[in-house]
């Protein structure tokens, strides 16, 4: 059961990882992984996907590779966070 934490650890991860680099590249598998949404529900979905990353990765199987993908889960985690706190007080209208 741990070693499936792990999977859903790491793939909700690289969803969120996926999400920001395609959101940069404007590709379509940018709508794919938000499901065509835009504004704040976009906004939920990049958040969300790095936070079931974190929340899989705790009771994920122990060992090294859990200590980098814990790791990892926070850095994309907060990445996303910091990259909403941007979109939402960062472009208002002055």
Known sequence: MRKLFSVLSLTFTLLGLSTIIFLLQGGSL???LTFGTKGTSFIVFLNLYNLLGLLFAF???RNKYSVLLFTFSI???L???ILTFVAVYGFQEP
Do not use: G, Y
């Open 75 to 77: 850095i994309m985690l």
């Open 59 to 61: 009771p994920a199987e």
């Open 30 to 32: 940018f709508e794919i």
């Open 79 to 81: 990445n996303s966070l």
